[in-house]
């Protein structure tokens, strides 16, 4: 089972980027795939969630609006669009994935069985 975070990288206050997650060695659609991240000296919370069964999603309050989270199930890869970025969206961002579907418990972390290693993500101001 592997999960591969890519797309981040370095851009400036307003601007957008685009984070993927591909996931193998496991069944896509059983799972719901969870984006999380990780600020310096800070604990790692939710971003978003999306259940690759039906495609219901979750998102944090601090990224409601700005970021949207899809899934393409056949690449087995899940899209996390930020827009309007801000300096405090800075930190590495992680995807995780858990069988069945999550819901208002999503950004609980233990519930995650797979992670992939995080990607950064910098914001400039």
């Known amino acids: 089972v592997q999960l591969q975070a890519s797309g981040g990288g370095l851009v400036q206050a307003g601007g957008s980027l685009r984070l993927s997650c591909a996931a193998s060695?496991?069944?896509?659609?059983?799972?719901?795939i969870g984006w999380f991240r990780q600020a310096p000296g800070k604990e790692r919370v939710g971003v978003s969630c999306?259940?690759?069964?039906?495609?219901?999603?979750y998102y944090a309050d601090s990224v409601k609006g700005r970021f949207t989270i899809s899934s393409d199930n056949a690449k087995n890869t899940v899209y996390l669009q930020m827009n309007s970025l801000k300096p405090e969206d800075t930190a590495v961002y992680y995807c995780?994935?858990?069988?069945?579907?999550?819901?208002?418990?999503?950004?609980?972390?233990?519930?995650?069985?797979?992670w992939g290693q995080g990607t950064q993500v910098t914001v400039s101001s």
């Open positions: 999306i259940n690759s069964s039906d495609g219901s999603t």
């Open positions: 995780a994935a858990v069988q069945g579907g999550v819901g208002v418990l999503w950004e609980f972390r233990p519930l995650y069985t797979y």
């Open positions: 060695g496991f069944t896509f659609d059983d799972y719901a």
